[in-house]
């Protein structure tokens, strides 16, 4: 592998890890203004190093592990799913991505199946049960909005006939002619990602904040680092339905940062609803709904 390869993917990782930073500070200031609040502003100018001196904050504080907890599973499981949330961006669309990335769409549904186990580990490896009952409910929600994702991705795939991101979408930006779905899309993404408020497996006045309730410290920075970058790798995989052309990168950049806005704005405007309407919405409206367009979609084109 070339040196200027591994560097230009070493800096395309630091970047994504300053820019889940402040997005962290751009979600707290955004709640901000819907809280008629005062959010963080004292660090530095208007508040622009609270994110770093966060991450300092718990880098620099003592690792605590369970006495009863398996503890090597409690220590390298962040690692692998800060890994694993690093690993996604390796599947984003680059002229000069290594060979054996022949079909990335495949390889980001075999990770996203594997990021079910790791929030399994997360809760069973601390040997509590507030954290297991968290992370049960987590897998289950993870694995039946699995499902609704891959159906919805197929669209683009199959309009573009290639499982290659790069070319998904370049031409026919369905996104236009399947709002619909764009919907259920947003919806899908903030169950996958856990986020408000559909987040409730973090339910933190019911679940004692679920899974991740005996990390602490440099750990569950891990957690939360791996977290939003999957959040911001899942608002960019709107180029499935807008297209990837060098001409519309400026609209690609807006409609994501839209997305992740709106994703943001969520948390702070509607109640957190009932974990059985989520998985009866999933399994009993939308998946068959989904499955009917798919088949008509396919059979029509």
Known sequence: MNLHIILSRLIVRLCILVRVAYITLLERKLLRYIQIRKGPNKVGFIGLFQPLSDALKLYIKDIRVPLRSNTIIFTIIPVLGFSLALTFWGLYPRYYNSYFYIYPFLIFLCLTSINVYIILLRGWASNSRYSLLGAMR????????????????????????????????????????????????????????????LDFAEGESELVSGFNVEYASGLFALLFLGEYTVILYMCVITIFFWGHTMGSIILIVLIVHIILISVLLVRGVYPRSRYDKLIYYCWKSILPLSLVRLGLFTIFL
């Open 138 to 197: 987590a897998s289950a929600q993870t694995i039946s909005y699995e499902i609704r994702l891959i159906l919805i991705l197929l669209f683009p795939v199959i309009i573009r006939l290639s499982f290659d991101l790069l070319y998904v979408g370049q031409r026919y930006p369905s996104g236009i002619l399947f709002l619909p779905i764009l919907l259920a899309w947003f919806l899908t993404l903030l169950a996958e990602t856990n986020r408000a408020p």
